[in-house]
């Protein structure tokens, strides 16, 4: 079982594959954690309520800076509900940063969209082969840029979340979702 996050491909037949066609960006991050029942976007519950600070004060800089240029305030990935279950999120409700676009067992996407770029990340839960009390998370953001403010936006985005995305899933080797 891999401790730390390894970069990967998105799964084959998920959901996100979908949106994969034309994307500016795109990366994907496999972990295998412990079987607890729980529906795919518990596993990202779970993580983004340990969301490590550092990410934190990143999005806090990035709402700030983003004001000045027309961005809008996402918030911070932690602001969530701890005590409501991942199964009563309902597409169009927010989740942390993100909108609910889908809500299923297996995958859940959700995302931002705006005048400058769309954002889809897939939170994907499969069974690890030959071990019954593992499962591998997923996570794979997808986005597509619409104009040159999203391109610039990018630039210093798409390194950072390669650093950002790894470290909230690797919180899931440090604490488990509640089962379904």
């Known amino acids: 079982m891999p401790s730390q996050p390894q970069e990967t491909r998105p799964p084959a037949g998920s959901r996100i594959a979908q949106r994969l066609a034309g994307a500016h960006f795109q990366d994907a991050w496999c972990i295998h954690t412990a079987q607890t029942g729980a529906p795919a976007l518990a596993y990202f519950l779970a993580a983004v309520a340990r969301t490590p600070r550092w990410i934190e004060w990143c999005m806090q800089a990035r709402n700030r800076v983003g004001h000045i240029v027309g961005l809008k305030d996402l918030g911070t990935l932690s602001q969530i509900d701890p005590q409501r279950p991942a199964s009563a999120y309902q597409p169009g409700e927010r989740v942390g940063v993100f909108t ?39 996570i794979t953001t997808v986005v597509h840029v619409h104009n040159l403010l999203g391109h610039l936006y990018m630039l210093p985005v798409a390194p ?3 650093r950002i995305a790894p470290a909230v899933l690797a919180a899931l080797g440090r604490v488990q979702p509640a089962a379904a």
């Open 160 to 162: 950072m979340h390669r």
């Open 100 to 138: 609910v676009l889908e809500n299923r067992a297996d995958e859940a996407l959700i995302g931002d969209s705006d005048k400058h770029l769309n954002v889809v990340l897939s939170v994907h839960r499969a069974p690890v082969a030959g071990r019954e009390d593992q499962v591998a998370i997923t």
